[in-house]
């Protein structure tokens, strides 16, 4: 079965190929939340809030498209555009909460399933240093939707490091949290593999105990992972590695993909 709203800690892993070899881990924890279920734990959990201050919160305006819109009729919208059917699709976000009034998310998974449980549909929400936001919107194969498995890929659209180009496609691999969490992010160019980054962790129930945890255990983590950005981009400098020009921002802060397309990443 789908898990519903549940913490995960775990740890992820950066590494560059070329041109010269960079690698990176730190621990991390991620919420995987049900978008129906949040005000529900707002409630029931007294170090968790949505909108206002806490240990750890979750405020909306951190997500999607920056309008006035909710975030669940952002994403129902997004869907419709992909040709997904959105009736009765629960929508499970998986991300790193605000820690003290503070968060920084590199990138956030929207798990899209309908009421069996199967895997209909990817959002792949990606947040620069920048500030800008751009998600990436990809039906899952008919195929893997039973098993949750995730085989897709999408043309880089967001300018998120002066050490990459724009010239670049994304693949994403992985499955549908349950007790674990296994994904991976791998950018190419015309050379090949450039970047992966791995994100993998384990199931914990979301409760208060959990949570006084895993922030006792990794104070401040999202001010910790902007700092530790900068600071491996500082090294990446040291090292030689070439900037890149900023481009024109996307005209749309979405990519959207059909589900009859066949752009879909394979392999």
């Known amino acids: 079965m789908t898990p519903t709203s549940a913490l995960y800690r775990g740890r992820v892993i950066h590494q560059r190929t070329r041109p010269t070899g960079h690698r990176l881990s730190y621990r991390v924890f991620w919420l995987l939340l049900d978008l129906d279920d949040i005000d529900g734990l707002d409630r029931r959990l007294r170090l968790f809030s949505r909108n206002r201050f806490n240990l750890l919160a979750f405020h909306d305006r951190d997500y999607g498209d920056g309008s006035t819109a909710t975030l669940r009729s952002q994403i129902e919208a997004w869907l419709d555009r992909a040709g997904v059917d959105t009736a009765g699709v629960a929508v499970r976000l998986l991300t790193m909460p605000r820690v003290l009034g503070y968060v920084f998310n590199p990138i956030s998974f929207y798990f899209c399933h309908r009421p069996d449980g199967a895997l209909v549909a990817m959002i792949y929400e990606v947040t620069s240093t920048f500030g800008v936001r751009h998600s990436y919107v990809l039906p899952v194969r008919p195929e893997d939707q039973a098993e949750g498995a995730i085989r897709q890929g999408a043309a880089k659209a967001l300018y998120v490091s002066p ?31 450039l970047i992966t980054a791995a994100m993998l962790g384990r199931r914990r129930p979301l409760q208060d105990p959990e949570l006084l945890s895993v922030a006792f255990a990794q104070p401040f983590m999202t001010l910790k992972v902007m700092a530790a950005i900068h600071w491996e981009a500082l090294r990446l400098w040291l090292k030689g590695v070439a900037l890149t020009r900023q481009p024109a921002p996307a005209c749309e802060p979405v990519t959207i993909q059909h589900a009859s397309s066949e752009r879909q990443g394979k392999g």
């Open 163 to 193: 050490f990459m180009g724009m010239d670049m496609t994304y693949e994403f691999r992985g499955h549908a949290p349950r007790e674990r969490l296994d994904m991976t992010v791998r950018g190419l160019d015309a050379d090949g593999l």
